[in-house]
């Protein structure tokens, strides 16, 4: 089974500029997930879709961050524009349903630098 | 709201010995818990995940237990390697939401 693929594998941008992250989960999980990881610190939930619509945006900065899933299967994730906060891992994750039975898988990352 | 706190943040040890990595939550109402590992600037790698059912689950050198009540959870590591060094991440599920903990850095030293 292929993983959860992800890409650009790195990213180094100028503060203000923007930048889009590309996301794409196991064939047939319903459940995509992008967390954000600083350095040092554990994941932290940004957004949650379940199959094309939002289920969890409570975390993420919706005046500089957005997120799609048109069709239900692949993702991107949005940062415009940019500040040096910004700069982590954000991760894309995905899982069978939203229930978590499953176990989450995690994509290889998007490593941000925002100078 | 759940938190999980993960101890020691960074443990260094010599090749071949035993060790026990700490979680704990807050939140014993839990769905699972899973442990993944992560390499410098990788994304996370899943290791065991325990149903909320689950007393432990096994996989080669790795064995994680989960005790609900007391929530906590240990990854034992037998006979450690090198290439057993990494960032050790665990995660409870619980209401739809997954948490982190910070991690713990693990050095192996041949």
């Known amino acids: 089974e292929a993983g959860v693929a992800q890409s650009p594998r790195y990213k180094i941008i100028e503060k203000r500029q923007s930048v889009a992250f590309w996301c794409n989960p196991i064939?047939?999980?319903?459940?995509l997930y992008w967390y954000q990881q600083i350095l040092g610190q554990g994941p932290k939930l940004l957004i949650q879709f379940q199959n094309n619509g939002v289920v969890d945006d409570s975390q993420l900065p919706k005046d500089r961050f957005s997120a799609e899933r048109l069709k239900g299967v692949d993702s991107t994730l949005k940062i415009q524009p940019a500040k040096l906060e910004d700069s982590a891992v954000y991760l894309c994750a995905s899982s069978l349903n939203a229930g978590g039975a499953y176990g989450y898988t995690f994509g290889s990352g998007t490593r941000l630098t925002v100078v | 709201k759940q938190e999980v706190t993960q101890i020691p943040a960074a443990l260094s040890v010599p090749e071949g010995e035993n060790l026990v990595l700490n979680c704990s939550f807050t939140d014993s109402a839990i769905y699972n818990l899973q442990w993944f590992r992560q390499d410098p600037g990788k994304g996370l790698t899943s290791l065991l995940l325990?149903?909320?059912?689950?007393r432990e689950q096994t996989s080669g050198r790795l064995n994680a237990s989960l005790d609900k009540s007391s929530g906590r959870s240990t990854l034992y590591i037998a006979a450690s390697q090198p290439g057993d060094s990494a960032t050790y991440l665990c995660?409870?599920?619980?209401?739809?939401?997954?948490?982190f903990g910070a991690g713990t850095r693990l050095t192996v030293k041949p």
């Open positions: 325990i149903q909320s059912s689950q």
């Open positions: 064939s047939g999980h319903a459940t």
């Open positions: 995660a409870v599920y619980n209401n739809n939401d997954m948490r």
